[in-house]
């Protein structure tokens, strides 16, 4: 096995990149962050912050999609 | 010879280019309303071509047909229910893979699909390749290449459309989810195929994924099945949420597998769009021109509006003197006159502000900026209980608070949308500026503009505190998670805007006038009768119902004119301002009316401020009360919204004006 550390998507700097590897959100979100793309295996970058600092603005699958911090902890990366 | 029907709906995914490609295909031969019970809209047309009269319905923008939102419920029902003899996908080319997705789903409802790839030219543009016969090929479906915005590919789209009517094919191309996934279809399939009673237009393996999936609203469709029972054992046994993300993670894989064969996509780089975000979602920047934009959309309502209320307010008003004076007998045109040109005119005068504020929004939606304004505004907006998308609906409240409830539809999540239309109204709208105009100008000379603002935070820090309030009690929980795609930078075109702006402009004078014409028929019988009465005297009914209200007001300075007034004013707030005229019998002249009522023992300084304050909040117009209605659709929060904002004034006024008293003023 590689010797990735795992964290999650809130962690990631501007710029950075990872992969998903676990959704932990729960409820009506989980579905909707699915239907957005953000399943185990896709590759996310974090672009920028608000300028309030939060929410976030991601790139993943080509597009951008902005979630907040909240959600964002509940997302398992493995930093690329 | 009679021409054949086809029924053709458009669906994918928001900012596809759905409803240009709609525009480019009906013209002008359109029609908007509501779904029926729910107020997502609904539009249809109608095109004629070749031998054939085709009714094309664009359907609401969705990512997926789960039952997130409202707007997924209705296209994925409307497939389901109405069978249209071909659905069109509109996929957006610069961003195939997520568009993909709505596609798997689309499979799965087991209709005539038909993709069309608009917006070639960005991808081309790009450097992006798209292999189309590959593509077909793997997706089993006919594809057509569109740029909606220049028309290029419409005649292409309509032959393939009749083509598909007319051959029938039946496309089966479905995803597998793994054996333990399938064997528990299976087993939902088999369940649920015993129940001869069922509604065979749902694909029992659509229902089944759905039910493992933990749709709620499929669940519902079932409750009443005899077999309800024996499938809600088979979905209870097995890990809900395991599932959900496996039948995601496999249609994302699916897509994963054939999409590197069908386009080969140029290297990222920075696009325009990009750069355009460094500069308006800035750190330091992005909020100064936030606020320079709003500030700019605001005074440019305005500044247009203007110039055509006056006219409005002219000609309705010579429009209801020339009625008064001609028609026989006089009751008649006192109500038509009095009542029905004067309210309605009152209300009528909004309706250019409502045009040029719904075009204008509709430039910021089209550009994109609109989801960077919510994207910028939501961490302010969730500390006070509400959604980042909550913030354009009340902003627009400033200029009038229908079209704010109106545009409060961009929000998904029931609750959040609920509350942004219930403190909506708190937000001190154009028609009250000449409330406080007279008022301050008559009671607070030099500090007039001091209270003025004052009235505009008071009706924020009161939307806040309503927020924050209902968020504790009846509509409780947390906002819903901020989950939006921050779509590409684009120009939006004019007559896209146009279209906007006349829907929404139309829907307005059509559903606030027919509530206001009753409203203002009520109050006309109650100024006018007994019979012989002087109009809103004090003998009139109105005047009795204002000496009778008057023992409640008169906690907060307020005699039985300023009552009636106040009545009136429910047609809509300005109102107040005309019907202080009628009663001090000062005519249209606002100095005569300032002298009247500084000469009038009866009001103070303190009790006009009372008196603002308690027009500010008391309650909404008729027309926003129409709105708030047809929004929510339930007289329950009407009422709420009615009472609440009753007590609320009459709390805040009384403690103006008894405070103020205890202070000596
Ligand atoms: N460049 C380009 N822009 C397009 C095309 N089709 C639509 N647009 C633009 O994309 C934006 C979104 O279009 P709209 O029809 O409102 O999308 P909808 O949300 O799917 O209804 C608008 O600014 C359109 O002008 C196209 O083929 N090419
Ligand atoms: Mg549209």
Redesign the pocket.
């Known amino acids: 096995m590689l010797d990735i550390q795992e964290t999650t998507l809130d962690t990631l700097k501007p710029g950075e990149k990872a992969r998903i590897t676990k959704v932990r959100v729960k409820g009506a979100a989980r579905r909707k962050l699915f239907d957005m793309g953000m399943v185990a295996g896709a590759d996310i970058e974090l672009v920028r912050n608000a300028p309030l600092g939060d929410p976030m603005d991601y790139r993943i699958k080509g597009y951008h999609l902005s979630i907040r911090k909240e959600e964002a902890s509940q997302i398992f990366i493995n930093r690329l | 010879m009679e021409k054949r029907e086809i029924k053709i709906a458009l669906t994918?995914?928001?900012?596809?280019?759905?409803?240009?490609?709609?525009n480019a295909l009906t013209g002008s031969r359109q029609h908007v309303g509501n779904w029926p019970g729910v107020t997502v809209e609904k539009k249809s047309g109608r095109v004629s071509y070749k031998e054939y009269d085709i009714e094309v319905i664009?359907l609401p923008?969705t990512y997926s047909l789960t039952a997130y939102s409202m707007d997924e419920i209705v296209a994925r029902d409307f497939i389901i229910e109405e069978k249209p003899d071909v659905v069109i996908q509109?996929v957006d080319a610069s961003n195939l893979e997520r568009n993909l997705y709505l596609t798997t789903q689309l499979m799965e409802l087991g209709s005539e699909i038909l993709i069309v790839l608009?917006?070639?030219?960005?991808a081309e543009e790009r450097g992006d390749r798209i292999y189309i016969e590959k593509m077909q090929e793997l997706l089993a479906t006919p594809i057509i290449k569109?740029?909606?915005?220049?028309k290029k590919g419409i005649c292409d789209l309509l032959d393939k459309v009749i083509a598909q009517k007319e051959v029938e094919q039946h496309h089966g191309h479905e995803i597998g989810y793994g054996s333990e996934i399938e064997d528990k279809i299976l087993e939902i399939e088999k369940a649920l195929s015993e129940d001869e009673n069922r509604d065979k237009r749902y694909p029992l393996r659509w229902v089944s994924i759905r039910l493992l999936e933990g749709d709620s609203n499929v669940k519902r469709k079932i409750s009443d099945s005899p077999v309800y029972g024996r499938v809600m054992e088979i979905i209870d046994s097995i890990d809900q949420e395991e599932y959900e993300a496996e039948i995601a993670d496999k249609r994302y894989l699916a897509i994963n597998t054939i999409f590197p064969q069908m386009c080969t996509r140029a290297n990222d780089t920075l696009t325009k769009s990009d750069m355009i975000d460094r500069v308006l979602t800035n750190k330091y920047l992005g909020i100064p021109i936030f606020l320079a934009l709003m500030w700019g959309a605001f005074e440019l309502t305005f500044a247009f509006a203007t110039p055509f209320m006056n006219m409005i307010d002219i000609a309705s008003t010579w429009f209801a003197d020339y009625v008064s004076s001609s028609l026989q007998p006089e009751w008649l045109a006192s109500l038509v006159g009095q009542g029905i040109i004067g309210g309605v005119g009152a209300v009528l005068v909004f309706v250019p502000n409502i045009f040029i504020l719904f075009f204008l929004l509709s430039l910021l939606e089209?550009?994109g900026y609109l989801a960077r304004a919510a994207f910028i505004m939501d961490k302010l907006m969730y500390k006070i209980g509400m959604h980042g998308k909550s913030f354009i609906p009340m902003l627009m409240g400033f200029g009038c608070n229908v079209p704010a409830i109106m545009a409060a539809r961009s929000i998904e999540d029931e609750k959040d949308r609920l509350i942004t239309i219930l403190i909506v109204p708190f937000v001190s709208c154009g028609a009250r500026l000449p409330i406080y105009v007279l008022f301050a100008g008559t009671f607070f000379g030099r500090q007039a503009g001091t209270v003025i603002f004052a009235m505009y935070v008071l009706g924020i820090v009161i939307a806040i505190i309503s927020a924050k309030l209902l968020r504790g009690t009846i509509v409780k929980g947390k906002p819903a998670p901020f989950i939006m795609e921050l779509p590409p930078y684009?120009?939006?075109?004019l007559k896209?805007s146009i279209i906007h702006m006349w829907d929404n402009g139309f829907m307005y004078i059509k559903k606030a006038g027919s509530i206001i014409l009753v409203g203002v028929v009520v109050i006309w019988v109650m100024a006018s009768f007994p019979w012989g009465v002087e109009y809103g005297s004090e003998e009139s009914y109105v005047g009795s119902l204002g000496h009778a209200v008057e023992p409640l007001l008169k906690p907060l300075g307020f005699d039985w004119k300023i009552s009636v007034a106040l009545i009136f004013g429910l047609v809509a707030k300005e109102i107040v301002v005309a019907s202080m005229g009628v009663l001090y019998g000062s005519g249209d002249s606002s100095e005569a009316l300032s002298e009247r009522l500084l000469a009038d023992p009866g009001i103070t300084a303190l009790s006009s401020l009372s008196l603002m304050a308690f027009s500010l909040l008391y309650m909404p117009c008729v027309a926003t009360v129409g709105v708030i209605k047809k929004e929510t659709g339930s007289w329950k929060w009407t009422m709420f919204a009615i009472v609440y904002g009753v007590a609320v004034a009459w709390i805040t006024a009384f403690v103006i004006y008894q405070g103020g008293t205890l202070l000596g003023y």
């Open positions: 994918g995914n928001p900012n596809v280019g759905k409803t240009t490609l709609f664009d923008g509109v608009n917006m070639c030219d960005i569109t740029v909606a915005t220049q089209g550009s684009r120009f939006p075109t896209t």
